[in-house]
């Protein structure tokens, strides 16, 4: 029966206590080594849904892509100064119309699909 022996002398010589160190600290990893995983897949699925989640379509001239026509054109009012202060504050508005020539925000999805379902066709 020597590997008692074995057992014993390393009990004595605290290698049983590494070892038990050992074990613990791999636990401990692993657990901790989840835990990061779960928390990698909770961000992966938060960018994923971002990611499939259409943009708002807002233009550059921060109307929403309805306030412009098909030829890009924007129709939102607006108000423009039609009088200045010396310090080139505006101090009287006429109504207008918004200059924007071309809806440059992001097309929602439903668009861009619509767009490659006539091109097929
Ligand atoms: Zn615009
Ligand atoms: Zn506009």
Redesign the pocket.
């Known amino acids: 029966m020597n590997w008692i022996w074995l057992v014993v002398i390393l009990f004595w010589t605290g290698g049983f206590a590494w070892f038990a160190d050992t074990v613990r600290t791999a636990l401990r990893n692993r657990h901790e080594r989840k835990l990061e995983l779960m928390e990698a897949a909770k961000a992966e699925r938060l960018a994923v849904e971002t990611a499939h989640k259409p943009p708002e379509p807002v233009?550059?001239?921060t109307?929403h892509l309805a306030k412009?026509d098909k030829s890009g054109r924007?129709h939102e009012r607006v108000e423009v100064p039609t009088a200045w202060d010396e310090n080139k504050k505006p101090l009287r508005f006429e109504p207008g119309q918004?200059n924007?020539q071309?809806?440059?925000g992001p097309q929602p999805l439903s668009q861009v699909y619509a767009e490659e379902l006539t091109d097929r066709a």
Do not use: D, K, P, R
């Open positions: 233009c550059g001239c109307h412009h924007c918004c924007c071309q809806y440059v």
